[in-house]
């Protein structure tokens, strides 16, 4: 909401300066988005008069001249502006001015050995316009010594917000009433008085929607001369940032702007018959003043004549029956829209105008027939003409709402006692009406919609007696030190995201929203992902069903700038469907290894791209910090038609639960990606890791180190290729569990000595004696079990 | 004594191990010189005996002392050699180290939660894809709610069991509600998270991360709020001076409702958090929104809103973390560009204690 400070001015007495009244706006809650003050600008510019002027001693083009701008003794001046000469009134900047059109600071100078005190202005370089073949002059009856600013009447434009509740203050007067509620000045009391029809109007006018339009005031002014506004009034409304068009509809703009109150008028030679609010008819069209066709539906409101449609109610006239130069005879519509009917429409339509931001928030249904008065009388005066009797079809919804208030309700509330007389001064000031002792009848004015209980009445008391005013009060704090707050969710993710960063992993956050191919090529076939019916751009539209992909388009642009070797994770959501239509999201980690491991180097050699194994390390490092049994983990197959089929596996909690996969990313996949060279990937689902056993106790088990030194033992075992390595670890560990605690695989070899389709693997076999140690017996009999465990998965004894 | 001064001198002038030994045996051994002079202490008299016996002691004691003496030295050299050889260049590169790094939303988002920690709130989560009620309905925004049509809201074409439409959440206020269904009063909860709206330059990005505040207790009022808001702040930014400027605004789920400024001085063309944004070169800057919680929202969380009162709070985690380390894109947020990472990223270690004070200076 835009308007200057003369609009305010006429509906509040007030000598506060502009500065005061931004300030107090905001403190209000109608906040000062700016306040455009073109007098501050020129307030250090004066009307002067020229008493004399000479030829400048060095220059030709220069004159020196003897300036009165008011003060006691003429100043001194040098000019070059070849108007400049004796008896001229003109514009003054003194030292310490700054020259709106270049920013400059005038000071006292020397020009040509001749001092100068002060710069007489064009124009231009006032901002004023693009003269500047001279210095202004201006008439010889204004005020010398008196600021340019004051001779101009600059005003300075407030630039409002209004919040969505403030019907009221969509017009100046309502911002009046609240500065002169906080005590800014006297409110004006309205002028409206009624004006009397000298005929009966000529239109029958008519509501047949009752609920979309309860009342509908009109009139007929016969006999106006329409044209262009004067000054005030174009003045006002170029103010308020709206584009004067003619005088008719100025004047309702002017009334809309100035009370809140829309109205339209029509030109009544396009209209046939009566003008009725009704509902649209299913596939009514009509054409909008903004010059766009709009297909209308039943639960629209119109307001319409016997030849169609003339008005989107309460959201914007039709373009046929629009006022004219040409228009004599104009219908006036002030109507009450119901707020939600007007609120629907314009979302259907995709249509907002200054109307519909009024009656969607609600305007005052008490202000039907002072606003028709005031418009009248304003057409009357611009344009002249006779006004016809006034019709009211319908009634507007007048009852009178009560709010029972507790003023205590402030302090329990708000958090500060404010007296009692000051909360009745206050709301009396805003237009309630305060009655009774101890719990008040509030009677809430028409013009407050959004007031509904105590609590906004708390809100009006608070915002005008001061919110700067409510006293800090501390929480009540429970004793001792706080409490730990995390969940155990919340303390596994931080844990594993300081895991990653501290494993020389960067964190990121990518998009939640995914391209749709992305997007499908990570989706689980049997439920599609989340889409979204309106997303801001193709590349932001379907949710992620994985953190992957979205790392992928990272790796990508990583990449086109130059990366060599990336480690990329995130921790988050994915997106799955729940139950009932709701969604499951599921926490996971993604991490994706791109490019080089290791650069070249002068010990290593070559650069090393990632591998599997390096997914793996990291699928088990990070597992392992988040507490799952890394050592009973399954390596199995199916990480999904993204990854490599021969370079990827899952990690299960047993053969169903699939904790992480883990590998090389399919080729496919990497082209769908537009990313060359090999790509390691890791994803943890977090949302599958077991509920961690243990009593919560911080006592922990006691310490045995064993009293007897393990020893080792090697074998090396000849098996297919197909058998993997984990099936021999796992059944040698299982050969023996009370003496072997720990089998590792040092060597794979495959070649010389090895039956074709074989391969030896050495394992290292950690033996714990526990009461005695082994003496070559003991030693014996476990490598027995050893090799016959190793025998059941077909592997042999290297001979 | 010739012998002796001989042998020492041999001793002197060995330099291998192996000529060591061999003069250790020729003087020491079972057929060395000294074992021989000391076989002969037997027949002498006692009086020759004790003239002879330190004499022989001597020599044999010099013998043995030169000798460990001389073998010490000879290994000290080799092993000087062995050193020299061994010599590395260390000013070739060591292996560089795996430098990580934790994105500024997540070390915010742990610094706001150690803060509120102290302050006895608690973390609570809920969904981001949303169903209209919980996001709008319940927060006191009926379908034609003018606030609604601001919200900027991504709708997804699907609709829930109950025929809610199925949304991306606009704010984490959805979460007020779905914690008192859940936990009923009192409460001091704060919730972090993703949230979503249509809206897109440098300054808004379709996606952002809010931090929700609730506190619901019996007679909790503005005042606590105020305190709250300041308390937070400081401890936020770490200075004593942070200034707070509340306005009466406008939000369905509070009434009364305000947005809060923080003061602020350009420093360097940057704005820095504190003193008063009235004074010369300050300015005020929006960073909250909040309010006491509208009775309608109390009773759509199941509570007793004449029992049950409080407030709320929201803001934008993505901004504090600008505001706090100076970062003036919103858009790299979500980029993934390792170097903007590297740059505006968090150490492993920096882990947000109120002892060791919330934030990382630079």
Known sequence: MKFAGKWLRQYLDTDADT?????????????????????????????????SAARHPQADKLQVLSVDAGGDAPLQVVCGAPNAREGLIGVLGLPGAVVPANGMTLGKSAIRGVE???????????????AHDGIIELPADAPVGTSYADYLGADPVFDVAITPNRADCMGVYGIARDLAAAGLGTLRPLKAAPVAGTFACPVEIRTDDPAGCPAFYGRVIRGVRNGPSPAWLADALISAGQRPISALVDATNYVMLGYGRPAHAYDLARLTGAVVARKARAGECVRALNGRDYTLDPTMTVIADDAGVHDIAGIMGGDHSGCSDATTDVLLEVAYFDPDTIARTGTALGLTSDARARFERGVDPGFLGSGLDILTALILALCGGEASEVVRAGTPPLAQRLVAYDPALAARLGGIAVPQDEQRRILTALGFGVSGEGLWRVAVPGWRPDIAGPPDLVEEVIRVHGLDRVPSTPLPRAAGVARPTATAAQVLERRLRRAAAARGHHEAVTWSFL????ADHFADPDHAPWALANPISEDLKVMRPSLLPGLLLAARRNRDRGAAGLRLFEIGRRYLRGENGASAEAPSLALVLAGERAARDWASGKARAFDAFDAKAEALALLGEAGAPVDSLLVMGEAGAQFHPGQSATL??????????????????LRAFDLDGPVAAVELFLDRLPVRKGSGAFARPAYAPPALQAVTRDFAFVVALDRAAGDVVRAVRGADKANIVAVRVFDDFRGAGIPAGHRSLALEVTLQPQGSSYDEAALKAIADRIIAAAAKVGASLRG | MEQLDQTLAAIAAATTPDAIESLRVAALGKQGWVSALLKTLGAMSADE????????HAAREAVSAALAARKASLEAAALDARLAAERVDLTLPAAPPLRGSIHPVSQVQDELVEIFADLGFAVATGPEIEDDWHNFTALNMPETHPARAMHDTFYFPDRDKAGRSMLLRTHTSPVQIRTMLAQGAPLRIIAPGRVYRSDSDATHTPMFHQIEGLVIDRAIHLGHLKWTLETFLKAFFERDDVVLR???SYFPFTEPSVEVDVGYSL??????????????????????????????????????????????????????AMLKYAMDDLRAFFDGDVRWLDHYGFAALDVPTLSGGVGVRA
């Open chain 2, 246 to 248: 509340l306005r009466p």
């Open chain 2, 49 to 56: 005996r004790l003239v002879a016996g330190p004499r022989i």
């Open chain 1, 515 to 518: 391209p749709q191919a992305a």
């Open chain 1, 19 to 51: 500065a005061t009244l931004a300030r107090a706006l905001t403190a209000l809650g109608l906040e000062i988005e700016g306040v455009h003050d073109s007098a501050a600008a020129l307030g250090a510019f004066r009307v002067a008069r020229v008493l």
């Open chain 1, 652 to 669: 299960r909690l047993g053969p169903k639960t699939v904790l992480a996969r883990f590998g090389m990313l399919h080729p496919v996949t």
């Open chain 1, 116 to 130: 100068s005190h002060g710069m007489l202005c064009s124009a231009r370089e006032l901002g004023l316009g693009e």
């Open chain 2, 267 to 320: 420093i360097a063309g940057k704005r820095v958090v504190g003193g008063d944004g009235d004074a010369p070169g300050g300015g005020w800057m929006e960073v909250l929104g909040a309010g006491i919680i509208n009775r309608a929202v109390i009773a759509a969380g199941g509570l007793d809103p004449d029992e049950w009162q409080g407030f709320a709070f929201g803001t934008g985690v993505d901004r504090l």
